[in-house]
């Protein structure tokens, strides 16, 4: 009886600690699907299988990225996605520190607030938000795995099932793309400068 | 340490990816270079920034609560001892109800049986075994009327260019007849014949070997698909073997030329002579 109890306890720990997770799933999911129903069922669709393949789960292992790859999984099942390397014509002509130097070029007097370049984040918002949700999926994925979920290299590799290079030069690509589109979707919107008008006043 | 060498290590060193020693340096480096450090804060505040904006509310509490009890529920199934046998007469009833019931394996059975039956039928229709194929059954029935004497030939020898010049004679169309050679292998040509077989141009030709009677048929088959002919009868193969009557007959085409020999010879045979005497000469 001793070791039923035990047992018993065990599985509420479990329980206990996979429920922690299901705000990150949740974003993930809502990120995923830009859909709130679907990033519902998805992740209550997740659960379910996290309950059936609790015995699969190794003692010691991470259960994040555990979870990880079991809401994935179902992604790719549910809304039956290929999840798949872009197009290298999307981010080959992006150079490195894309953001980074349009800025500093278009800088213009007055456009933004004096002091430090990153400063210019405060007035981004939405921007943000839609740069990340046109990502393509595979760029999405790894970007909201390093930069949101702060997994480590070693754990998306396991997540997406590729090597850690595959992982590092997918994540590097996704950031440049990322810049690119958080710089036309600022800069179309003018939003730059409208905020800091705003400021000003 | 360089600048590029820093900013290469740039990523790994903002998601944390790096040994001690590396990361040092690369503060190191930071430190003292305005440049590099400009960069790496706006990448660092990039990345902070994407965290921010981009997390929204937890998850909903509706969400939870319905894991939670699902979760209840399923642990509950699982603890619960097994249920007990059931009275004889309910698995009975059971057993009958579940014979109505609409089951995956009922409907697959319903799908899989028409189409099997279709399958056969098809298969029966267009690749019927050889003994039924229409070829061989002329092929065979002429030979046995040449063999029973029912047939009268237009040309009666043994020497192969006296029979070749009498099918050029005879011949309007562009029907390719030639007669082969038997190479000496104790074989005789009898004679001819031409035919109009259902507005096909047809050529018979008699031979005699050691102890068989043999015929050779020759057809134009310009009328028929012989491509489709080829892919459906020959299987890929250069030649097709039938029965009929107890003739063994064997098909090949030359060109748009379809050749049968036709012979109470076995198989073997039969093969032998096509592919010494005969099909040998259409190479």
């Known amino acids: 009886m001793k070791d039923f109890d035990n047992q018993e306890s065990e599985i509420k720990e479990f329980e206990a600690a996979a429920l922690e997770h299901i705000d990150s799933l949740f974003n993930f999911g809502m990120r995923m699907t830009g859909n709130r129903e679907a990033a519902e069922d998805l992740v209550q669709e997740t659960y379910l299988k996290v309950h059936r393949f609790s015995h699969t789960f190794k003692e010691g292992s991470n259960l994040k990225a555990w979870l990880f790859k079991i809401l994935r999984n179902t992604f790719i099942n549910t809304f039956r996605k290929k999840i798949k390397e872009p197009k290298s014509i999307l981010y080959d002509e992006v150079e490195d ?13 007055g456009d933004y607030v004096s002091g430090e370049i990153s ?17 393509p999926l595979a760029f999405r994925e790894v970007i909201l795995y ?21 992982v590092k030069s997918r994540l590097f690509r996704a950031r440049k793309l990322l810049q690119k589109s958080l710089w036309n979707y600022a800069n179309e919107r003018g939003f730059l400068k409208e905020r800091h008008e705003g400021k000003e006043i | 340490m360089t600048c590029k060498e820093a900013i290469e290590q740039l990523h790994e060193f903002l998601d944390n990816e790096l040994g001690d020693a590396n990361y040092t340096k690369i503060r190191q480096h930071i430190n003292m270079c305005h440049e590099c450090c400009e960069k790496f804060e706006f990448e660092q ?5 994407i965290r921010e904006k981009t997390q929204i509310h937890g998850a909903p509490q509706h969400v939870l609560q ?26 009975f ?19 899989l049986l028409p189409m099997t039956i279709i399958g056969l ?16 059954k002329v092929a065979a029935e002429r030979h046995d009327s040449f063999v029973n004497n029912n047939m009268h030939l237009d040309l009666v020898s043994s020497d192969s260019n006296e029979i070749r010049r009498h099918f050029q004679n005879l011949q309007r169309s562009n029907l390719v007849i030639d007669v082969p050679e038997c190479n000496g292998h104790e074989m005789e040509l009898l004679g001819c014949k031409n035919y109009n077989l259902d507005g096909k141009k047809s050529a018979y030709v008699g031979l005699r070997g050691h102890q068989n009677k043999i015929s050779l048929e020759m057809i134009n088959g310009s ?27 064997v098909i090949w085409k030359h060109g748009n030329t379809l050749y049968s020999l036709t012979s109470t010879m076995d198989r073997k045979g039969l093969m032998r002579v096509a592919s010494e005497s005969i099909l040998s000469y259409n190479k």
Not at chain 2, 121 to 136: G, H, K, N
């Open chain 2, 45 to 49: 505040a990039l990345k902070k920034v």
């Open chain 2, 66 to 91: 319905s894991i939670v009890s699902q979760w209840a529920e399923l642990n509950e199934e699982r603890s619960r001892p097994k249920a007990p046998a059931v009275e004889p007469k309910g698995t």
């Open chain 2, 223 to 249: 009328g028929m698909n012989i491509a489709k002919l080829q892919h459906e009868f020959y299987k890929g193969r250069s030649y097709y073997f039938g029965k009929h009557k107890g003739y063994n007959v």
């Open chain 1, 146 to 166: 390093s930069d949101i979920e702060d997994l480590s290299y070693g754990e998306i590799s396991e997540i997406v099932g590729c090597p850690i290079g595959t």
């Open chain 2, 121 to 136: 039928a098809a298969y029966l229709a267009f690749f019927r075994p050889a003994e039924y194929s229409p070829i061989v």
């Open chain 2, 93 to 111: 009833l059971q057993g009958i109800l579940d014979l109505l019931t609409l089951r995956p394996a009922y409907v697959t059975m319903a799908v």
């Open chain 1, 97 to 109: 520190f894309y953001l980074f130097n349009k800025i500093k070029t278009d800088k213009k007097e």
């Open chain 1, 119 to 135: 400063n210019v984040y405060e007035f981004l918002d939405d921007e943000v938000k839609n740069a990340v949700n046109s990502l």
